[in-house]
Structures are given as structure tokens and as C-alpha cells.
């Protein structure tokens, strides 16, 4: 799987001009952002490095080939990334579905889509290894993680934001998907002990004991 890199807010300006055009010069995006040649090709350096952005060289006349830049594939899709509104339509489609059962099956399948493209990420030997690589997954989506212990000594998962909190807003059913995502991961059952959404100051997850519901 290619992990997706978070983008440097000042870079988020050449991705957006990248996007309204095919392909723009060093000097074009200069002009277009108003800053130097030199911070433009800084800041072309981290999105190439990224794979954000590629660069194709093109000749006009005699002398060396000039360069022109233009989006990825992958800086494609990454510009395009904003689905809040697609994913809350989504999501009320889902809670509109009447049959308890059926309504289950697809967040465990979506469940198991989402654990299908993390699980190379979540690794370790014992629980506490896996939560804690499950952390470091999200903190590179800027969702604060830890992982703590409990008073008898297992392993919690704390989440200190949430990762949807569009959607956890209007239907906490997304609490389940998330459990069902985390127990995908963590290969365990997982019970959610605290939720934001009853007025606590995060939300933990621990791994279910047998013999507990």
C-alpha cells in the first residue's frame, strides 16, 4: 500500500494551481503565488519527494530543456480528497437502511475494506505492539493516539480526537464501525470503554477479555 503523506500547508497553493492547469514552469507558479523561484522549487523538492508531483522536461528553441511540473496520480486523488459531504450522504444512506441485520453486515464490511488497507501498517507480536503501530498510523493523519494501561495491566487504546467527527456528531453508530475497524487490526475483540459522545474527555478502547460482552 502507498501511505499518503500529510501535505506542508504552504504547499497546499501549488497543488491547487497544478490542479487548475496541466503543467506549470518554476517562473508560472512564482508569479502566480507571488513568492521566489527559490521557495517554489523548495517547496516542488518536498511534493516530488512525496509523489505529489512530477516533473517533465520540454524544450522551446535551442539551449537546455526547460522543465515543466504537473500532478501524480497520486496528487490527483490527494487534491481531490475532500469527501466530508459524500461520506455524511453516504453514512445517512446507512442508517436509513431498515433491517438491523443487514445494516450490521455492511458496516462489518466496510469494517474489513478499511482493515484491508491499513493492515500492512498495523504490526507488532503482542497487542500492545499492534496499538501502539495503530497510533503512530493515525498520528500521521494528525489523529492524536495513545496507548496506556489499564489497572490490570492491559493495553488501551485512547483516542484524543476523533477520527470522524462529522459523522460521530450526528449518529454514534460510527462508534461501532470504528470498534469492528479496530478489532479488524488488532486481531481481538475490542470493547469501546469511554466515549466523547457520553460527555467523557476521550474515547478508549480495550481489548475484550473472554468471557466478557
Same mark, same amino acid.
Given at each position: 500500500?502507498?501511505?499518503?503523506?500529510?501535505?506542508?500547508?504552504?504547499?497546499?497553493?501549488?497543488?491547487?494551481?497544478?490542479?487548475?492547469?496541466?503543467?506549470?514552469?518554476?517562473?508560472?507558479?512564482?508569479?502566480?503565488? !507571488?513568492?521566489?523561484?527559490?521557495?517554489?522549487?523548495?517547496?516542488?523538492?518536498?511534493?516530488?519527494?512525496?509523489?505529489?508531483?512530477? #516533473?517533465?522536461?520540454?524544450?522551446?528553441?535551442?539551449?537546455?530543456?526547460?522543465? #515543466?511540473?504537473?500532478?501524480?496520480?497520486?496528487?490527483?486523488?490527494?487534491?481531490?480528497?475532500?469527501?466530508?459531504?459524500?461520506?455524511?450522504?453516504?453514512?445517512?444512506?446507512?442508517?436509513?437502511?431498515?433491517? !438491523?441485520?443487514? #445494516?450490521?453486515?455492511?458496516?462489518?464490511?466496510?469494517?474489513?475494506?478499511?482493515?484491508?488497507?491499513?493492515?500492512?501498517?498495523?504490526?507488532?507480536?503482542?497487542?500492545?505492539?499492534?496499538?501502539?503501530?495503530?497510533?503512530?498510523?493515525?498520528?500521521?493523519?494528525?489523529?492524536?493516539?495513545?496507548?496506556?494501561?489499564?489497572?490490570?495491566?492491559?493495553?488501551?487504546?485512547?483516542?484524543?480526537?476523533?477520527?470522524?467527527?462529522?459523522?460521530?456528531?450526528?449518529?454514534?453508530?460510527?462508534?461501532?464501525?470504528?470498534?469492528?475497524?479496530?478489532?479488524?487490526?488488532?486481531?481481538?475483540?475490542?470493547?469501546?470503554?469511554?466515549?466523547?459522545?457520553?460527555?467523557?474527555?476521550?474515547?478508549?478502547? !480495550?481489548?475484550?477479555?473472554?468471557?466478557?460482552?
Amino acid at each position: 500500500m502507498t501511505l499518503e503523506l500529510e501535505i506542508v500547508p504552504s504547499d497546499i497553493a501549488i497543488l491547487d494551481l497544478l490542479r487548475q492547469r496541466e503543467s506549470l514552469t518554476v517562473a508560472e507558479l512564482a508569479k502566480a503565488m !507571488e513568492v521566489t523561484a527559490t521557495a517554489v522549487r523548495q517547496r516542488l523538492t518536498r511534493l516530488m519527494a512525496q509523489g505529489y508531483v512530477d #516533473r517533465e522536461a520540454f524544450r522551446s528553441g535551442r539551449g537546455r530543456p526547460s522543465h #515543466r511540473y504537473v500532478l501524480t496520480s497520486l496528487g490527483r486523488r490527494k487534491t481531490g480528497s475532500n469527501f466530508a459531504d459524500l461520506a455524511i450522504a453516504l453514512w445517512h444512506e446507512i442508517r436509513a437502511i431498515k433491517n !438491523e441485520e443487514v #445494516r450490521r453486515g455492511l458496516l462489518q464490511r466496510l469494517s474489513q475494506r478499511l482493515g484491508e488497507l491499513y493492515a500492512n501498517r498495523v504490526q507488532g507480536e503482542t497487542i500492545e505492539d499492534r496499538m501502539e503501530s495503530l497510533a503512530e498510523l493515525f498520528s500521521e493523519r494528525r489523529i492524536p493516539f495513545v496507548v496506556d494501561k489499564s489497572q490490570d495491566g492491559l493495553p488501551i487504546l485512547t483516542a484524543l480526537a476523533c477520527p470522524y467527527p462529522d459523522l460521530a456528531d450526528q449518529d454514534r453508530t460510527v462508534c461501532a464501525m470504528e470498534k469492528m475497524l479496530f478489532a479488524e487490526l488488532l486481531g481481538s475483540s475490542v470493547s469501546l470503554n469511554q466515549c466523547r459522545l457520553d460527555g467523557e474527555n476521550c474515547c478508549t478502547f !480495550e481489548v475484550r477479555q473472554e468471557g466478557t460482552s
